[in-house]
């Protein structure tokens, strides 16, 4: 059994909501097209003859390069004053369940209700399926802790890439 305790401020959890966005293909998609778009207008605007800019040509990259990430902002922090994400919560990697406890729930999952486990650089987040996460950051989890936690998702095969 492996045992990490956490406690999220508003700053981790609204990081780890912009962590998740930009692990998403959408989002690259969005920045990729609204960049373009953006070159595109400045490059059309600098090789006209117009004296003047009109602002209106920016409107739409603009959009599409800046309103996912505020959009996800303002929902996680919306998200983190209306949730148990500020709690205190204690996660328990068993040999046979995955069990989250908070000052105000506890949950006990059996490792095939568990969609996979994803690491990244400060990050572990712990998926129940393809849009829900809890996200536990690795600055309270100490290096050994993660080989031993491979090593229980190895065993009840729970598709992972903690190194």
């Known amino acids: 059994m492996k045992i990490i305790e956490t406690k999220l401020s508003e700053k ?15 989002a690259w998609i969005n920045i990729v097209i609204g960049g373009l778009l953006l070159i595109y207008f400045l490059f059309t605007w600098f090789e006209s003859e117009r004296t003047y800019f009109d602002p209106t040509l920016i409107i ?9 990430p505020l959009l996800t902002y303002f929902r996680a922090k919306k998200l983190f004053g209306n949730s148990r994400a500020g709690e205190k919560i204690i996660y328990e990697f068993r040999d046979n ?10 949950s006990q999952l059996s490792w095939d209700k568990i969609y996979k486990v994803t690491g990244t650089k400060n990050w572990i ?11 536990i ?13 491979r ?12 190194a």
């Not at 739409?60 to 996912?68: E, F, K, M, Y």
């Open 97 to 106: 369940q995955f069990v989250i406890t908070g000052e105000s729930f506890n």
């Open 125 to 135: 987040f712990v998926w129940h399926n393809s849009q829900q996460a809890n996200p």
């Open 137 to 149: 950051p690795k600055k309270d989890i100490w290096e050994g802790e993660i080989l031993k936690l």
């Open 60 to 68: 739409a990259p603009v959009i599409l390069i800046g309103l996912l």
């Open 12 to 26: 981790e959890f609204i990081n780890a909501n912009m962590v998740l966005l930009y692990k998403k293909r959408g």
């Open 151 to 162: 090593e229980i998702l190895d065993t009840n095969k729970v598709k992972n890439n903690l």
